[in-house]
């Protein structure tokens, strides 16, 4: 069962979390403001630093006033201001003692506005250094560390809850501690708030940060989540139910229940589960492709990029009951592609390149989505940036290394385009690689193991031929060239209509099953299966009436994607 460890709430100022070392000289400390990060007039804004000592037990010795530098001051910006004040406290003495810092600011005054606008600045503490020892303090100042942080000591549960996130990732210039997770989740689910039960409950369920591996606990502190009106607890609490775990009887019904409370509060993770459940008829639930669209489509618009892009694919192919809709497709492409998913980035790029739904065909912008979706991991992006640079399209120059590059890290990676792209290079001995077809025949196999239809319809040539050390075997060419053509593989469809024009491979001939085929691959773009089709209206076969309307429109169609066949027939037709 995947858990859905803390989801970490993003403060609205970055907590930042720096070293000094106390009765040190005057320093400058960098630091960023969170993107978007505004404050009104008159408000109040944790922002470090102060000046601090501690003495040897870490208690509190003195402090003085810190000031901010924001470097060129600009209409939005300041310091000071009536009322400011410092503030610092000791958080731990051992192994050194560690202050919080902070900075409040108070009432506005004639040179400060608290508003910061732009989002690509950083701005500085700077530290005036340390006050002298005080006589009489025991110890005086000894040696120490202070982190500055900001804020300090949240003093809001949503604060404490998002401290103890920043301590579990270990963000933000704070040392990953469980145990300070751990104590920052219980003081924010004591506080009431429902995230902060949830992430202890997820404490609890993993054995972390000093706590027992407790499902019973973690259930408890999930349904007080649920209780609050969390919607990771109550999503959480519905896994719980559907393992059977922490004490709860399996309950499928009880599960679904707690998921559909969650995506209605909400939860985005919740509307998966419940797409999921329907999409596969599980769960207790029926299969219903209607439903698995309705909570994909509440995903994608609460936010969900895999959503997006899967919503997009649904609406290309016709699947979970909508209309085929290209346009829809790519608009949902887009929208995924734009937040960052890099399947999405990759599906608007092959629009791009086919000019569907109601885009330009436009082989630049298919090349400047596959880059972006290569270089943001994604396998097919990769794989088709390697298909552009092999034939020098998109603006691309025509360089088989980049190539044959791309391929392999796809290939690598898993892809098994990638590995048909590599294993057609070794075959060709393209891209600076020797001429392998061993090599070639393996990377097919690679393949066709991942159900790469490509890989199919290679593999089954190199059995026709002969070749890379395969036996010449027809009957393994055309159980090849038939999962490739069921696979959706245009050039095997094709493959296998010429097998049934001739009757190769324990294929009877059979000219209708030919036109099939030829359609079937005319139709998916590959210009031997428009030649084929055309020729077979010419001369009237395979059941089709003579028409050279029809025969010139797809022989046209295939001379215009470059087949020297297709043109020779043009010449025939009668004019």
């Known amino acids: 069962m995947l858990m859905v460890f803390p989801r970490f709430v993003c403060v609205t100022v970055s907590c930042i979390v720096l070293e000094v070392t106390l009765n040190s000289a005057p320093q400058t400390i960098p630091f960023d403001v969170v993107k978007g990060t505004k404050l009104t007039a008159n408000g109040n804004f944790a922002f470090g630093f102060i000046n601090a000592m501690v003495n040897s037990a870490g208690g509190q010795v003195n402090a003085g006033r810190g000031t901010l530098d924001f470097g060129n001051l600009e209409d939005g910006e300041g310091v000071g201001g009536t009322g400011t004040t410092n503030g610092w406290s000791v958080t731990a003495v051992s192994p050194f003692p560690i202050v919080a810092l902070g900075t409040i600011f108070g009432a506005r005054g004639s040179d400060a506005n608290y508003t910061f606008y732009p989002s690509d600045r950083t701005y500085f503490a700077r530290a005036i250094g340390a006050l002298p020892a005080q006589s009489g303090q025991p110890g005086g100042a000894p040696p120490a560390r202070a982190a500055i942080t900001s804020p300090p000591v949240p003093s809001d549960a949503l604060g404490m809850n998002n401290l103890g996130s920043m301590y579990l990732a270990g963000r933000g210039g704070l040392p990953q501690d469980d145990a300070l997770a751990v104590n920052w989740y219980r003081k924010a689910a004591e506080a009431g708030d429902g995230l902060g039960m949830n992430n202890l409950g997820l404490m609890y369920l993993a054995g972390r940060g000093g706590l027992p591996h407790d499902d019973a606990l973690a259930v408890n502190w999930f349904r007080k989540a649920a209780a609050a009106g969390d919607g990771l607890g109550m999503t959480n609490l519905g896994r719980m139910y559907a393992d059977g775990r922490g004490g709860l009887a399996k309950d499928d019904l009880e599960a679904v229940s707690w998921f559909r409370k969650a995506a209605e509060a909400g939860d985005v993770q919740s509307m998966n589960i419940l797409r999921r459940l329907y999409e596969n008829g599980v769960g207790g639930l029926p299969k219903d492709d209607a439903l698995a669209v309705i909570w994909c489509r509440k995903a994608a618009e609460a936010g969900d990029a895999a959503r997006m892009t899967q919503l997009g694919v649904w609406y290309e192919y016709g699947r979970g009951g909508l209309l085929k809709d290209y346009a829809q497709a790519a608009n949902w492409y887009r929208k995924a592609a734009e937040v960052g998913d890099a399947r999405g980035m990759t599906n608007l790029g092959i629009l791009y390149q086919y000019g569907r739904g109601g885009l330009t065909k436009d082989d630049a912008q298919a090349v400047n989505w596959y880059r972006k979706a290569a270089e943001a991991g994604d396998t097919w992006g990769m794989t088709n940036l390697g298909t552009m640079y092999e034939h020098g399209r998109g603006g691309l120059p025509k360089d088989e290394v980049q190539a044959v590059n791309w391929f392999r890290?796809?290939?690598?990676?898993?892809?098994?385009?990638?590995?048909?792209?590599?294993?057609?290079?070794?075959?060709?001995?393209?891209?600076?690689?020797?001429?392998?077809?061993?090599?070639?025949?393996?990377?097919?196999?690679?393949?066709?193991?991942?159900?790469?239809?490509?890989?199919?319809?290679?593999?089954?040539?190199?059995?026709?031929?002969?070749?890379?050390?395969?036996?010449?075997?027809?009957?393994?060419?055309?159980?090849?060239?038939?999962?490739?053509?069921?696979?959706?593989?245009?050039?095997?469809?094709?493959?296998?209509?010429?097998?049934?024009?001739?009757?190769?491979?324990?294929?009877?001939?059979?000219?209708?099953?030919?036109?099939?085929?030829?359609?079937?691959?005319?139709?998916?773009?590959?210009?031997?299966?428009?030649?084929?089709?055309?020729?077979?209206?010419?001369?009237?076969?395979?059941?089709?009436?003579?028409?050279?309307?029809q025969a010139r429109f797809w022989l046209e169609k295939a001379a215009a994607a470059g087949n020297t066949t297709a043109k020779a027939n043009l010449e025939k037709l009668p004019k």
């Open 409 to 549: 890290k796809a290939a690598e990676a898993g892809d098994g385009g990638g590995m048909a792209g590599l294993g057609a290079m070794y075959a060709q001995g393209k891209g600076g690689l020797p001429k392998d077809e061993a090599q070639a025949v393996n990377w097919f196999r690679k393949a066709v193991e991942k159900g790469d239809a490509t890989g199919m319809t290679n593999l089954g040539t190199m059995y026709e031929h002969g070749r890379g050390g395969l036996p010449k075997d027809d009957v393994q060419a055309m159980i090849w060239y038939r999962k490739a053509a069921e696979a959706g593989d245009a050039l095997g469809m094709t493959r296998l209509a010429v097998a049934y024009v001739i009757g190769q491979g324990g294929l009877p001939k059979d000219e209708v099953q030919a036109v099939n085929w030829y359609r079937k691959a005319a139709e998916a773009g590959d210009a031997l299966g428009m030649t084929g089709l055309g020729i077979m209206y010419m001369t009237g076969q395979g059941g089709l009436a003579q028409d050279y309307a």
